[in-house]
């Protein structure tokens, strides 16, 4: 087998510091393969490949990164990243955000009956425009989520799901995005979503 016929967690090898995010990923389907720009991670079991997708996804992960100061990211510097088991709620937001396209049905399929996720935590109408939060049983392209708000609010869960599986406070959260994310807490105060849940106006 090689690489490339797994589906993998794919990351963008140069490091933005003092960018909004440090640590930009993507799941990658089988057969698609990159340039030196990426690295990209396979894992024989697939549930390690999602947790990890999930894990990278988060605020603390991408914390431990800029703390670093590295300007590139490599295989050796994910080995050193801690591990930790997100629950099946962060898995699902993780799958709803990259499941996009007929090319991730395969892998939808095969978790989605299996993860026990827990509903929104947000009433927002906003995010009931992409249907019910478990997604299809089967894939379709309601599976991905489509508008903007209801996949920032799947990164805003992720982070507090990643968080608490690290043992960090909500605190303690809080601090580390006050700190190390200005430019993030910039986009977030001037972005602006419609009823539809699309961005109507960003400083970004």
């Not at 510091?17 to 440090?22: I, Y």
């Not at 894990?55 to 990211?73: E, V, Y």
């Not at 509903?119 to 995010?127: K, Y």
């Not at 993030?184 to 699309?198: F, I, L, P, S, V």
């Amino acid at each position: 087998l090689r690489h490339s016929d797994f589906y993998r967690a794919a990351f963008r090898s140069m490091i933005a510091l003092n960018g909004e995010r440090s640590l930009v990923g993507a799941l990658l389907p089988p057969k698609v393969t990159h340039v030196h720009g990426l690295e990209s991670l396979a894992f024989l079991d697939e549930r390690n490949l999602i947790n990890s997708m999930t894990t990278f996804s988060s605020l603390p992960f991408d914390f431990i990164i800029k703390a670093t100061g590295k300007q590139n990211f490599k295989q050796r510097d994910a080995s050193g990243l801690p591990w930790a088991w997100a629950p099946d709620t962060a898995l699902h937001r993780v799958l709803r955000l990259n499941c996009l396209s007929s090319a991730y049905s395969e892998i939808w399929n095969r978790f989605i009956t299996v993860l026990k996720a827990h509903p929104w935590s947000s009433p927002d109408p906003r995010i009931r425009l992409e249907g019910p939060f478990e997604g299809p049983t089967t894939w379709d392209r309601t599976a991905g989520l489509r508008t903007e708000f209801a996949r920032r609010m799947a990164l805003v869960e992720i982070d507090v799901l990643v968080a608490q599986a690290l043992g960090l406070t909500l605190d303690q959260l809080i601090e580390i995005y006050q700190i190390y994310f200005p430019v993030m807490q910039e986009y977030e105060a001037g972005t602006w979503y419609d009823q539809n849940g699309r961005i109507v106006w960003t400083c970004s």
